[in-house]
């Protein structure tokens, strides 16, 4: 890839590379700071269970994932993405964002979101939860201490 690759053009690529279809080999290691924080916040959710994915680290409530954090090794170097789940406006408000957010190419309702230098953990931490909100039982969704919108 030449030096003038959009911003577009890397979340279309990081898009693709969201999907099953990469071989193993396109993957390296969640950095151990990373996967720490995400871990903190999805264990710290009622019944949530982590699970080791074909790439990365996935966490589920019941059988249904709302969180997945993976490296995807290109060319140029690693990008840490995280994918969760959105519903309703802030969904489609999320999508449309640009950079750190982008469009898997697979989920009706799934978000992507770079995790780089940059990253606002407290906002992580905010988007996995209501992931996990959009996912969970009512009754569990009721011992989440959630600020009123």
Known sequence: MDGHQTEGDRLRRLARAST???AATEYADVPADVL?????VCLGLPEVAENQAWA????RIRKRTFA???TIDFAEGPVTVLTFRASGPELDALRGAGHPFFRPAWGADVVGMVLDAGVDWGEVAELLTDSY???APKRLVELIDRPAD
């Open 56 to 59: 990365g680290t996935q966490w």
């Open 36 to 40: 720490a924080e995400v871990r903190a």
């Open 133 to 135: 909100c959009v996912l």
């Open 68 to 70: 997945h954090v993976l």
């Open 20 to 22: 099953l279809a990469l």
